[in-house]
DNA sequence: AAGCTCTGATACCTACCGGGTATTAGGCTT
DNA sequence: AAGCCTAATACCCGGTAGGTATCAGAGCTT
């Protein structure tokens, strides 16, 4: 009567993003009946109301939102336990390090050799650390506050540096000593880049919609765009634009974060406590 | 050939923690030879040896450790899942609060007021309020830093206060204005208490092993015990006993902690914000 | 040393249920 | 009204979870 399988909460997450039974049912691999009937039981089971059923589809009730969002993060842990158990059983297993592309390389060569283990690093997209994280496919992130989501993971501090603007040489903006947000945001012809919610929208605005850092540097190499960064991501350099300090951006601090409870924090916390 | 259903995890807990299968089995309510056969075939699944048999019983391999914590915070994921997505369908669904017994009144009566919503307040035994959080029994829990496992949870920090410890009004101690950790931990005759650690089992040491707060309470009013608590805890009253500041004793900050993403966050930051 | 006992593993059977196909039912478009 | 798209229903089949009976091995006891 009372605990679910994994294999109802894969079921109502496929439905519940499709919107759509059959669509859903494709996407599992299975036919359309069985998968009503599988959503329907896990209504009766759960005693709620998922899905308001209609012509044209499916829509989600509060209950469905509310399933839907702990669905995820169970599978998420599920998913975790398959790949940290298979890693614990081999004996060669490195330590995964995500990190999103253009993070500072001085940094990440310290933290490698102070944390004295084979380490692998596995790169990814801007805000894919968390999910890497949760699902068990990294022990530790590389992570920068304010930006990415924190929420549910033990963090140890590394390093904190202003941000700067990178703008054209040629720009009226590349000759200032220093800028400040307001004056960032309101140059007409750069219009900062929009990036997408965890939802997958974009908010609106004139910047152009950007989904990864190549696009964005792209973006910024062809002078499309403005871009207001931590100062040592002038990593990723661009031989024609020039970093500007921008005096009242928030600090911006790189982390090192991992699930709460995982054996890696010891060391991690000497790592850290070394050389930082 | 990949992920798991709950019922092999839960299996699996189940054996890890008996370490018999035949005791696992009766727990479980099934035979022993299907436990046998579905722990065998989630060894082959994940490639993995996860108990060494032995006649006397079943050992965990280290693989076998890293699933037992990973398979337990995934059934409190799914747990959580059920118990969330049913509340989410009751349209008088209360929020659930969970604190230790012995809080601050004042503070806790200063918070439901705050919060302008009907509130469910929980009482649970220290050290168990992350638990319920986690696996979906409550929806914000009142916690003391540094004394409880925080990890996993987004918190607002509500207030922060001293220690005393608390003497009975006869002992030489009961004079002074102040006392330090050492002297405290170094009365004879009033050795301190031991609480259990995770795992169930006591550290070593001269005191009583207490395991909730009554009990402790018990010992205390008796003379038998040290102790060290917030000094608004005071609010648990013994009229023959006196407080003395520990000057040394770290501070104590009562926060209030939610599973990350849940939506009391808003609920919840404005209510901190108003009144601490 | 023989046998008892306690462990987990194996063999085999049954029944449930998850999944398939075929079909129905309802609402929208045309 | 006909045709479509949706989800739900009816019905059948096969895999597998679970049961009982039994085996196998390692300490016991005597």
Same mark, same amino acid.
């Given at each position: 009567m009372d605990d679910l399988e994994t294999r109802e909460l894969r079921y109502f997450v496929a439905v519940a993003e499709e919107l759509h039974f059959g669509r859903a049912a494709a996407r599992l691999g299975i036919a359309q009946p069985p998968l009503s009937r599988a959503i329907t039981q896990l209504e009766r089971r759960l005693g709620v109301r998922l899905l308001d059923r209609d012509r044209r589809g499916a829509a989600l009730t509060d209950a469905g939102r509310v399933l839907l969002r702990e669905a995820r993060t169970a599978l998420d842990a599920v998913a975790a336990a398959v790949r940290r158990t298979r890693r614990a059983g081999d004996p060669e297993r490195p330590l995964v390090l995500v990190t999103k592309a253009g993070a500072s390389h001085e940094l990440l060569r310290a933290l490698l050799d102070a944390l004295a283990e084979p380490v692998e690093v596995l790169l990814?997209?801007?805000?894919?650390?968390?999910?890497?994280?949760?699902?068990?496919?990294?022990?530790?992130?590389?992570?920068?506050?304010?930006?990415?989501?924190?929420?549910?993971?033990?963090?140890?501090?590394?390093?904190?540096?202003?941000?700067?603007?990178?703008?054209?040489?040629?720009? $009226?903006?590349?000759?200032?000593?220093?800028?400040?947000?307001?004056?960032?945001?309101?140059?007409?012809?750069?219009?900062?880049?929009?990036?997408?919610?965890?939802?997958?929208?974009?908010?609106?605005?004139?910047?152009?919609?950007?989904?990864?850092?190549?696009?964005?540097?792209?973006?910024?190499?062809?002078?499309?765009?403005?871009?207001?960064? $931590?100062?040592?991501?002038?990593?990723?350099?661009?031989?024609?634009?020039?970093?500007? $300090?921008?005096?009242?951006?928030?600090?911006?601090?790189?982390v090192l974060a991992w699930p709460p409870g995982s054996p890696v924090q010891s060391l991690v916390r000497s790592a850290a406590g070394l050389s930082f």
């Open positions: 990814c997209e801007v805000g894919e650390q968390a999910h890497r994280l949760r699902d068990g496919q990294a022990d530790i992130a590389l992570m920068h506050r304010p930006f990415d989501d924190l929420a549910g993971f033990d963090t140890a501090d590394l390093h904190t540096e202003s941000q700067v603007t990178i703008v054209p040489a040629t720009h $009226p903006l590349a000759a200032r000593d220093s800028v400040t947000l307001a004056e960032v945001s309101a140059v007409p012809d750069l219009p900062i880049a929009r990036w997408p919610r965890l939802d997958g929208t974009y908010p609106d605005g004139p910047g152009p919609e950007v989904r990864t850092q190549s696009q964005l540097a792209q973006l910024v190499a062809l002078g499309r765009t403005l871009l207001v960064i $931590p100062a040592s991501s002038r990593a990723w350099q661009w031989p024609e634009h020039v970093a500007v $300090p921008v005096v009242d951006a928030p600090d911006v601090t790189t």
